[in-house]
């Protein structure tokens, strides 16, 4: 195949404007101001009247501890502690130079910056994947500029909000061109350096839709639930006083002047009823309560009508709602209540949901902003990043697992199947070191077996999780073929 082209424009500066200023010329003399939603004293159902769907979930997702929980969960899950980086050549095959080159263009962008310009407004790697899996489980997808220097050399990554990005047809409605809107300002981002990426697009619409939309019925109903069980507790649950007047006592200790006078007498039948109001108000557990027979003082509680059942039938459904429409179990909210087998499968599905939403994407991303990157050096590759497999187990836990790895790398290597290169990856994620002696096809491993580290599931490290109980397969564990068993002969039953 035909080379691909490089660009012949590549911008020598930072195009696109960062997501938190409100305009394109912001003042250096003011200081940017902290968006508070004060929401101590906020009522969470006032986000449902927000400029639009993405501003609501936005709201939401800051005020409501459910889908809160879920976005926490989501980023902590997919996000995984490790990563790879691999530049191959246009035949898939490991291209070492390259590869070496990309670590040294991704340590750059984690560690070193220009200490010439003073603070580094710069992300690392996982600050800038936490801000894309926050978008994307917000907004349906994430966008970035790759920021080049005066040399035309990658600089940074410049994570932009898809909030402020519209998008034109251009070329007769055969392309898109993406812009960035703030502030009034205009920016074209057609340029080879911006990058953009949507997860579970609809053909239909050229932006993207939250995954988390579906949960905002289910979250207004569960607020506005919880506000009127919150009345409701202070009202009818917890125990009331209740004074009551002696009329007729109260009016023989009425002054003469004020009770034949209509209207002092209404004023001084509020005013002693307000006085005697703010002294039950006021008084602490401990104090004693003195009073003349006038008044009669009893406490009111619910007696014995109880709506438990009801309340939890309604908090279920509204529960069982917002992990739907989350696309998080209820296991990883705190609402589940099911058995340990039941709360691995669901933990299982939930790691799959996680991957899909937002590590393969963040992949996607990081290996096409890298490319470009590498390219620029003149290097005809692509590269393939990836963050480690989620595993929830502790890492003890699967030493096992990963001696198996180790067992089946090796030994591909030994019968020449794959590189010293993708051997040395895949086991520490980086390249040989110097002076190593290159064993690919050399039949270093004679004497392997077939199952050197156990099967992964009864190894020293390990007698069984819960999770692992579920996992362990039914094959046979004593070779590559399942015994032979003897067929049980039956004794024939007499005809009568």
Not at 169 to 189: A, H
Not at 262 to 274: F, G, P
Not at 451 to 474: E, F, I, R, V
């Amino acid at each position: 195949m035909a080379p691909v082209n490089m660009p012949k424009s590549l911008p020598r500066a930072q195009l696109t404007i960062a997501p938190y200023l409100k305009t394109a010329k912001p003042s250096e003399a003011s200081a940017l101001q902290l968006t508070d939603r004060r929401l101590a004293n906020k009522d969470v159902l006032d986000y449902r009247s927000g400029a639009s769907t993405r501003a609501i979930v936005r709201d939401f997702a800051a005020a409501s501890p459910d889908i809160s929980a879920a976005i926490n969960a989501a980023l902590r899950t997919a996000i995984t502690d490790s990563f790879t980086a691999v530049s191959r050549n246009m035949d898939g095959t490991i291209n070492p130079e390259a590869t070496a080159l990309v670590q040294q263009i991704i340590a750059r962008f984690n560690n070193v910056s220009d200490y010439q310009l003073g603070y580094a407004d710069r992300n690392s790697l996982r600050s800038t994947s936490e801000a894309w899996g926050r978008e994307l489980l917000q907004y349906g997808s994430c966008a970035a500029e790759l920021v080049l220097d005066k040399t035309r050399l990658p600089e940074r990554i410049q994570p932009i909000s898809v909030f402020n990005i519209k998008f034109y047809p251009t070329d007769g409605g055969q392309r898109l061109k993406p812009v960035q809107e703030l502030g009034g300002e205009k920016i074209d981002l057609d340029i080879p350096t911006f990058f953009y990426a949507a997860v579970d697009q609809d053909l239909l619409e050229a932006y993207s839709a939250s995954p988390l939309e579906p949960a905002l019925q289910a979250v207004i109903f569960s607020t506005d639930f919880m506000n009127d069980l919150r009345r409701v507790v202070k009202r009818a649950i917890h125990p009331r006083q209740t004074v009551t007047i002696d009329e007729e006592k109260f009016r023989k200790s009425i002054p003469q002047e004020i009770l034949h006078d209509s209207e002092k007498l209404a004023e001084y039948m509020s005013s002693t009823i307000e006085n005697i109001k703010q002294m039950i108000d006021g008084l602490e557990p401990e104090d004693t309560l003195v009073v003349f027979d006038t008044l009669g003082i009893e406490i009111v509680d619910h007696g014995n009508t109880s709506l438990s059942q009801e309340w939890e039938t309604l908090q279920g459904i509204a529960n069982s709602k917002m992990a739907t429409g989350t696309k998080t179990m209820p296991t990883i909210l705190g609402h589940g209540s099911a058995s340990a087998n039941i709360a691995s499968a669901e933990a299982l599905m939930y790691m799959k949901t996680a991957d899909g939403l937002i590590r393969q994407k963040l992949n996607e991303m990081y290996s096409r902003l890298l490319t470009l990157a590498v390219r620029l050096f003149g290097l005809d590759v692509y590269v393939e990043f990836e963050y480690e497999d989620i595993d929830l187990r502790p890492k003890n836990e699967v030493e096992t697992f990963k001696a198996l790895k180790q067992s089946r790398v090796l030994e591909l290597l030994s019968l020449g199947l794959i590189s010293d290169e993708e051997a040395s990856i895949q086991l520490t994620g980086n390249l040989p070191p110097a002076g190593y002696e290159k064993k690919s096809g050399t039949g270093f491993r004679t004497n392997t077996s077939i199952q050197p580290a156990g099967d992964g599931y009864n190894g020293a490290t390990n007698n069984g999780s819960t999770m692992n109980q579920n996992l362990k397969p039914d094959t046979p564990t004593g070779g590559a073929r399942g015994q032979n068993k003897k067929a049980e002969v039956l004794p024939l039953r007499n005809a009568e």
